[in-house]
């Protein structure tokens, strides 16, 4: 098997229901199981996988002191309601 640019193999275990599945899908769609499996790791990285990576990222930022007060955003807010410069 040829390595493409950019990738890595990787081995895991899939229960045989879930392979069946990809085998079934990838057959239907004329591609390899490869091709569906990154396609549905791609999907995960969109939805959940987003949300895990922004809270890292966030944590991160907290941890580098890149935040801003949650008083001092509504006190600012507050200001700009009653006309007053932020």
């Given at each position: 098997?040829t390595k493409?640019?950019?990738?890595?193999?990787?081995?895991?275990?899939?229960?045989?229901?879930?392979?069946?599945?990809?085998?079934?899908?990838a057959?239907?769609?004329?591609?390899?199981?490869?091709?569906?499996?990154?396609?549905?790791?791609?999907?995960y990285?969109?939805?959940?996988?987003?949300?895990i990576?922004?809270?890292?990222?966030?944590?991160?930022?907290?941890?580098?002191?890149?935040?801003?007060?949650?008083?001092?955003?509504?006190?600012?807010?507050?200001k700009?309601?009653?006309?007053?410069?932020?």
């Amino acid at each position: 098997m040829t390595k493409s640019p950019g990738s890595e193999s990787v081995t895991l275990r899939i229960p045989s229901d879930i392979l069946a599945n990809i085998e079934t899908i990838a057959e239907a769609t004329d591609r390899s199981r490869s091709n569906v499996i990154v396609r549905a790791l791609k999907t995960y990285l969109l939805n959940e996988g987003a949300d895990i990576l922004a809270a890292i990222r966030g944590r991160d930022q907290i941890a580098a002191g890149d935040y801003e007060d949650l008083d001092d955003v509504i006190a600012d807010l507050d200001k700009i309601i009653a006309g007053e410069a932020a």
